[in-house]
């Protein structure tokens, strides 16, 4: 009994499958039941001889698991029913083998062998009809090949959907990336630029206090000379004045005026010493703190000017993330050429 849906009716009737095929395996299912066991046995002793075969056998299965399977197969094709769970079953073991890494060269080889030991086992019991009980059969693995072929082409056209969904994921993973890296450049390329600037303004400024205080250290050295020359002289009028106090104690009493004059240039001589001092004790602190004041200024000169050259590295790693995003882009408008 053939009942199908019309598209598989067309595809039964192009392998040449009848009714009269159907009713003959059926007529002949007692000889199928006969040899059922002889064929699993035979079908899997020549599959244990490929390792490849035998490992995945191990990995998924058991030989006796399966071999229950080949009964049930077996005796299917001789029921002399073709409908539509059976297609259905066919293509959901063809999807498992397809699952579990089985080619189809090995699977579609397995009808060939099937074949052989059914013309082998089944002409010496079918009598003279052997040869039209074989071919009926052979229809029958032909519908089942091409079921098989379609259970493979299914899988692996849900592979591809999966592919695809996946690679559509990873585009807006890129488009996703790509906006932020975006927004991170506009935005590291401001700061930088800012902090350029902040850095070569502060630099500029750190030179020029650092050359004011270079004059202010030559002037004061100047002033330095100049309570030289006043110390000098102070000590010159001192001298002057002991000498004349000398002298009027010579005269005796006509040197006395002579004396009061020698005694004030004296006084006026020691004060210009205390003042020479204290304006040297004021400079020499004037000179103490610009000295700081220098290696401060230095100090952030150099930290300035190594504040551009960070501000400068930013900068390149504002353009190498500027060349990540454009290649991330382009990946992007590839995939989307693509699809």
Not at 314 to 332: G, N, P, Y
Request: glycine share 6%.
């Amino acid at each position: 009994m053939i009942d199908l849906s019309p598209a598989r009716a067309k595809q039964v009737a192009f392998i040449g499958i009848t009714e009269s095929d159907l009713d003959l395996l059926r007529d002949y299912r007692p000889i199928f039941e006969k040899v059922v066991e002889e064929i699993v046995t035979r079908f899997y002793e020549h599959l244990q001889r490929d390792p490849e075969l035998l490992d995945l056998i191990n990995r998924h299965s058991t030989i006796e698991r399966l071999k229950q399977t080949q009964r049930q197969y077996w005796l299917s094709l001789a029921e002399g029913i073709l409908t539509e769970p059976f297609i259905d079953q066919r293509i959901r073991i063809g999807k498992i083998h397809s699952h579990i890494g089985l080619s189809t060269d090995y699977y579609l080889g397995s009808y060939m062998v099937y074949l052989d030991l059914a013309i082998e086992l089944l002409k010496p019991l079918a009598g003279e009809r052997w040869t039209a009980v074989t071919h009926a059969l052979s229809k029958m693995f032909n519908l089942d090949s091409q079921l098989v072929l379609e259970a493979y082409e299914k899988q692996e056209k849900n592979k591809l959907e999966v592919v695809a969904a996946e690679k559509d994921n990873l585009l807006k993973a890129v488009t996703e990336v790509t906006q932020e890296l975006t927004g991170m450049i506009a935005e590291l390329s401001e700061n930088s630029r800012i902090i350029a600037a902040a850095a070569e303004a502060t630099a500029a400024s750190q030179e020029t206090a650092h050359g004011l205080v270079e004059q202010l250290h030559q002037e004061i050295g100047e002033i330095d000379e100049m309570s030289s020359s006043i110390r000098e002289i102070s000590d010159r009028t001192h001298l002057l004045g002991l000498n004349a106090a000398i002298e009027a104690a010579h005269a005796g009493e006509n040197g006395r005026g002579f004396e009061v004059v020698a005694g004030e240039v004296r006084k006026l001589a020691q004060s210009s010493k205390q003042t020479l001092l204290h304006i040297q004790g004021l400079v020499e602190g004037i000179k103490s703190k610009l000295d700081h004041i220098q290696q401060e200024s230095e100090g952030m000169a150099i930290s300035a000017k190594q504040q551009a050259m960070n501000s400068g590295e930013l900068s390149m790693f504002v353009q190498m993330i500027e060349k990540v995003a454009d290649d991330l882009t382009r990946l992007q408008k590839g995939e989307q050429a693509e699809a």
